[in-house]
């Protein structure tokens, strides 16, 4: 782990530019973590991802959780393809992608993200020719795993900005000071933003958040943004059952008005989108992955 956690602390701000002479569009890259499953993560990713697209934003998902990969379920999709056939098999980026409602593209991973740790150079040079695809997007979020394996590391390492989801529990309290000790550790990331999910009041959110923003403050000299909270709704579980996000079917229920605020603060211009970021999040996350 300590060798791993120094090549991202190396690695995770070094700017990596592909030689195409292109003109980079300028996007916003953000991991969606967590410290640990169940917490209502790729939920959020869906969700979020989909309100944004409302919004009138190009909106890339990528589906980069490799154990419980679930983007398509929540979307009643089924892709043909992931990043596996575009290593292995002669796909191009853009054949394997699967529309979502507003236009919101969909980039299945699979087992294409572990392989990433085995490309050769000629493959890793034809996945970074095809990123030109992904350019015009204005946000790509990444949906990783939870916890603490290289491949969740390795993601939120390549990315510009990083959304921790957690619940008020206990466990998932700890399991994200976990994650969050590393990122300070190695210096990957010197602030994250804060989702608490499943609260059952605001004042259950807020509490979750203060504990967690207290120890990283205290004990880390770590920055935890606290940006918004999703109340236990039970839209959101007859979504899952359906199949069908509750943005799209219950867009005025709690849950869905809580991720259009959530949605409104990445649009507020706390954070500027880079321009390059595509270029700079591929690169970073091939290198780490060798």
């Known amino acids: 782990m300590r060798d791993q956690a120094y090549k991202l ?37 869906v969700n979020l991802g989909l309100t944004l697209a409302r919004m ?17 379920v929540l979307l009643g999709l089924t892709p043909a393809h ?17 529309s979502a409602p507003f236009d919101m593209r969909i980039i299945p991973g699979g087992a294409g993200i572990q392989e990433l740790a085995n490309l050769d150079s000629s493959q890793r040079a034809r996945l970074i020719d095809m990123l030109s695809y992904l350019r015009n997007a204005e946000f790509l979020l990444i949906d990783t795993g939870a916890g603490i394996s290289r491949n969740v590391l390795g993601f939120v390492a390549a990315a510009r900005e990083v959304i921790l989801v957690v619940t008020p529990e206990p466990t998932s309290l700890t399991d994200a000071y976990s994650l969050i000790k590393i990122l300070a550790r190695y210096k990957i990331h010197n602030e994250i933003t804060l989702v608490v999910n499943r609260a059952t009041s605001e004042r ?35 979504a899952v059952k359906t199949q069908e996000p509750f943005v799209l079917t219950e867009p005025h229920s709690p849950a869905a008005r809580e991720v259009q605020s959530i949605a409104r603060y990445l649009l507020s211009g706390e954070v500027q989108p880079e321009t390059g970021a595509v270029d700079n999040f591929i690169g970073r996350l091939i290198r780490l992955f060798r």
């Open 204 to 238: 259950e959110a807020g509490e979750a958040a203060a504990k967690l923003q207290l120890v990283c403050r205290k004990f880390l000299k770590f920055g935890v943004r606290h940006v918004g909270s999703i109340a236990e709704d039970p839209v959101v579980v007859r």
């Open 82 to 98: 992931t990043l596996y056939d575009v290593l292995y098999r002669g796909k191009r980026l853009e054949e394997i992608v699967v």
């Open 9 to 45: 602390r190396s690695l995770a701000h070094r700017v990596i530019r592909p030689g195409a002479q292109i003109d980079p569009a300028a996007t916003r890259v953000i991991a969606v973590t967590s410290g640990k499953g169940g917490v209502g993560k790729t939920n959020l990713s």
């Open 56 to 72: 009138q934003k190009r909106v890339f998902l990528f589906d980069a959780d490799l154990g419980l990969a679930n983007v398509d």
